[in-house]
């Protein structure tokens, strides 16, 4: 669970550099930077491993991850600049629950009541959170964003079933290959010339990205996928900090009420899954 907490803090980053970027660069070409500049944290690994190492035990998983987590990138990249950063990060905390529900008929995990009640509690926060954007006039980038969370689940569900046959750096440069790969032509038509500070913010976010996804990838290997779900629901506290530092965006009082609701969902099942290890 610290590793996925972890992961969680590091994507919160990763996601307010990527969120400086789409509101002067095209949504795609962000996604495909970000990624392409992912493969950049790997190379001293690369170089050192040779090219042995690099092929994957079954490419075609490899693609088919690389196309749900493309699919989910779009939608996601495309709402990107229109949200406020903390309602964006609670929006994604829909991703958890299609976890959980995929990891129980796909995977055959055997999920306990605690985990159930504190994904449902969590979602709850979330709910206080959204409702007020999702019930009012501009709802429409809110939903193009949740229609994401469904495709990332799915992504991570394909990780959680690669980390049976690859490890956690294979699988994360398999993924920024792909994506960039399936983002390019699309980065390509509306192509606009990067500024060298936004190729400095893009290589930040590249090297957040990765960290935060071989921390995730990692998290997955040692567990249940289903086990670290709840703990996601801490981002919306980081994300919530990191938009009044960065974005100077004051949280709303139904923000803060989610967050604290989040935040006793997660320390709860936090203490739950200690005493099961215990």
Known sequence: ??????????????????????????????????????????????????????????????????????????????????????????????????????????????MIWQRWAAALLGFGGVLVVVWPSLSGADSFWSLVMLGSSPLFALSFLITKALTRRDGPAVIVLWQSLTVAGFTLPFALWQWQAPTATQWGIALLCGLFGTLGHWLLTSAYKLADISSAQPVKFLDLIWATLLGFLVFAEIPERATLIGAAVIFLATSWIARVEARRRA
Do not use: K
Request: proline residues 8%.
């Open 1 to 110: 669970m610290l590793l996925a907490a972890a992961a969680g803090a590091t994507f919160c980053v990763l996601n307010t550099f990527a969120r400086m970027l789409a509101q002067d660069l095209p949504p795609f070409e962000v996604q495909f930077l970000r990624y392409a500049m992912g493969i950049i944290p790997l190379l001293p690994w690369l170089l050192r491993a040779g090219l042995a190492p690099l092929r994957p035990n079954g490419l075609g998983g490899q693609l088919l991850r690389g196309l749900a987590h493309s699919s989910g990138l779009f939608l996601w990249f495309a709402a990107l600049p229109h949200i406020p950063f903390a309602e964006m990060t609670a929006i994604g905390f829909t991703t958890p629950i299609f976890i959980m529900l995929g990891a129980v008929a796909f995977l055959g995990e055997r």
